[in-house]
């Protein structure tokens, strides 16, 4: 069951690339049009180098917000896409870059992926033992099992969801912080990049896969 669910869970990894360039009409740079672009296209060639990976495929997205994103199978087989927002003001742009770099480079979207993978097999696993448990002990059904395993096993797995979907959040805050990190070491200076995660209290903190702006801005600084 592990294998199944962390292979869906690498297969969509697979698949990311193509999926984001899809979903966020991402085009991309072949050739340089402008000056911009080409800025651009080093920039990432530069950071890749420094990060030790193969260079990433460089996209652009129609997107007034500042902001980036990567993904790909791979260390050596990325998409690092930036908006057409951050495009035009290439100030921020290299310590938004070297955030995503640092994600290739940490690996961040094959361990997610196969986090996620545990973790669900774990919720249908214990969901299953916790239904059985209760259908012989409390019901007493000793042949098969009966509607209140099915019950409580529907129960278990939404409660356990939860759960799982916490630590997976709280893995991807941790990410963020080792991309903080790796951000500190390869750009030449800091600079306050363009991560849309406001600022979220209470429970809303625990759902949310980025830390908030101002705490990737003290990871920077501890570093720093």
């Given amino acids: 069951m592990f294998f199944l669910y962390s292979g869906s869970s690498l297969i969509s990894l697979a698949l990311s690339k193509w999926t984001a360039k ?8 072949e050739q340089p049009s402008n000056r911009t672009e080409q800025r ?5 060639a530069r950071l890749a180098r420094q990060a030790g990976i193969g260079m990433p495929e460089v996209a652009i997205y129609e ?23 951050l495009l035009n003001t290439m100030d921020q742009a290299e310590a938004v870059l070297a955030h995503e770099i640092s ?19 774990f919720v249908i696993i214990f ?5 059985h448990t209760v259908d012989r002990v409390v019901f007493k059904n000793e042949r ?3 509607s209140a395993f099915w019950i409580i ?3 278990a797995k939404m409660v356990l969801g939860i759960l799982a979907t916490l630590i997976v959040m709280w893995f991807s805050r941790y990410r963020e912080f080792r991309a903080d990190a790796g951000t500190a070491q390869l750009p030449d200076q800091l600079a306050a990049f363009g991560i ?11 759902f949310s896969s980025h830390p908030p702006l101002e705490e990737h801005i003290e990871a920077l600084r501890a570093v720093a």
Wanted: no cysteine; aromatic share 2%.
């Fill in 22 to 29: 899809r979903f966020t009409g991402a085009r991309v740079i």
């Fill in 63 to 85: 997107s007034p917000e500042v902001n980036a994103f990567a993904t790909g199978m791979s260390r050596n087989n990325a998409l690092a896409a930036v908006s057409r927002g």
């Fill in 144 to 146: 098969g099992h009966g």
């Fill in 196 to 206: 849309n995660s406001g600022l979220r209290e209470g429970i809303g903190r625990l």
């Fill in 40 to 44: 651009l296209l080093e920039t990432v």
């Fill in 153 to 155: 096993t529907i129960i």
């Fill in 127 to 131: 969901a299953r033992v916790i239904g």
């Fill in 103 to 121: 994600h290739v480079a940490n690996g961040n979207m094959v361990t997610l992926a196969l986090i996620q993978g545990v973790v669900n097999t």
